[in-house]
């Protein structure tokens, strides 16, 4: 057997610890009845998947995963679909909700108090590293890698962070840092982002992902719990007072994004958007999609449903089950339909004479017969009606449906439901 690398028994002494209690209320209506990290991507997976994905891809495999608004679906998913960690191989992973586990018994209020509630949980396996990851991006990374630079550079914290345009960075932490790539300053979401080094037009924005030895964590939570002028936020609390008061480093994305051979640019997208979520979904159809879902040696796991194959049927002139472009998942019946550049989740039905262009569909819903649909994002289990029309009139959509900037139309039952009453 080979000798383990450095990185990997990194990865063994390592806890990641995944923050998935946001709403995501930028979603509107797909996050009514579900967390953001719990919302459906790519045809099969959900977007904590990735993060959680990576974590054991990297050979970490303890983890515990933070939850809090309208947790349900997100808890069945992680029963569902990550339920193979095995005790006797050191392996956990633990779901935490929000619970009277102090004294006076309160929701989690910040991103590190969702940590700091837990320390008895972390210090019960005793990890030597922590990796603090959001559960609502869309990437693949190596974490064994920063965790590598994290121990070579001495740092009390590394930061993962992601090049940006100035003018996008300001709903980020950014970050200001000197030749070492030592951080110097670390403000959250800036009206006036501080540029690179050498790169006038480009900031450094926090991918928040952040490395630490447990012992010093648990130590600065500990102070930040008994601040009463604190957020009790690493954004705006912990992550600055290291980088006044200790060394705080940058980990560029780019040296551990992971890549196949079609992959040419580092891919990360916070989807917290109806229109960022449409494209990054759309974008998947693409002939050589920016992010590669095909790569065998770095999967994304998610829950395995039992479904039989996608099924296209009818073969007449106007009735034709035919898609060009597109991602149809198992258990899809396209009946006579004709899908272009559109990504179909678990289960969608499509009936005959049905038109559907850029359409994201999760799963399970259902498209008439007649139906005309251009550009549009339909929530589970939605049933649209015979004939419907959409994406032609943007008057009228924005009468009707959550209609985005970029003329994307999000469908839910209740709006199919005020249509019909």
């Known amino acids: 057997m080979p000798e383990p690398t450095h990185s990997h028994r990194l990865s063994q002494q390592t806890m990641a610890f995944v923050l998935a209690g946001g709403r995501g209320s930028r979603l509107n209506e797909l996050t009514h009845n579900r967390a953001k990290p719990a919302v459906y991507f790519g045809g099969k997976s959900r977007i904590i998947d990735f993060a959680l ?28 679909g990550w339920s193979f960690f095995r005790a006797e191989r050191n392996e956990s992973l633990d779901i935490l909700p929000a619970s009277q586990r102090v004294d006076d018994g309160h929701w989690y209020l910040g991103t590190a108090d969702a940590v700091t509630q837990n320390i008895d949980i972390i210090e019960s396996y005793a990890p030597k590293y922590i990796v603090i990851l959001a559960g609502d991006h869309i990437y693949k990374q190596d974490y064994a890698l920063m965790l590598e630079q994290h121990v070579v550079s001495g740092a009390d914290v590394t930061v993962g962070c992601i090049e940006t345009p100035r003018a996008a960075a300001s709903g980020f932490g950014v970050m200001k840092i000197d030749e070492s790539e030592r951080i110097v300053d670390f403000v959250e979401k800036p009206a006036d982002p501080p540029a690179m080094p050498g790169k006038p037009d480009v900031a450094l924005a926090s991918m928040g992902i952040y490395v630490f030895e447990t012992a010093l964590l648990i130590e600065l939570l500990k102070e930040d719990a008994e601040n009463p002028n604190s957020s009790h936020d690493f ?36 989807v ?150």
């Open 235 to 270: 954004g705006r609390d912990l992550i600055p007072q290291v980088v006044k008061n200790g060394k705080a480093v940058a980990h560029s994305f780019s040296r551990s994004c992971v890549m196949s051979g079609q992959e040419t640019e580092p891919y990360w997208r916070d």
């Open 53 to 80: 994905s990576n974590a054991v891809n990297s050979g970490i495999r303890r983890i515990g995963v933070a939850t809090q608004y309208k947790a349900h679906s997100l808890i069945r998913h992680l029963q569902r």
């Open 272 to 421: 917290g958007t109806v229109d960022a979520f449409w494209q990054a979904n759309i974008d998947l159809t693409d002939f050589t999609p920016e992010l590669d879902l095909y790569a065998s040696d770095w999967p994304i796991w998610t829950y395995a449903e039992i479904n039989p194959p996608a099924k296209f049927i009818h073969d007449e002139e106007g009735r034709r089950g035919m898609a060009v472009s597109s991602m149809v998942s198992g258990g899809c019946i396209i009946s006579g339909s004709r899908l272009d550049r559109c990504l179909l989740f678990t289960g969608v039905h499509t009936r005959s004479y049905s038109d559907l262009v850029g359409v994201v569909a999760l799963p399970h819903v259902a498209v008439g017969r007649n139906a005309q649909l251009t550009n549009v994002v339909i929530d589970r289990g939605v049933q649209i009606p015979e004939g419907l029309v959409v994406g032609e009139d943007p008057e009228e959509d924005g009468l009707r449906f959550r209609r985005s900037e970029n003329g994307v139309c999000l469908i839910t039952q209740a709006m199919i439901d005020r249509l019909e009453s």
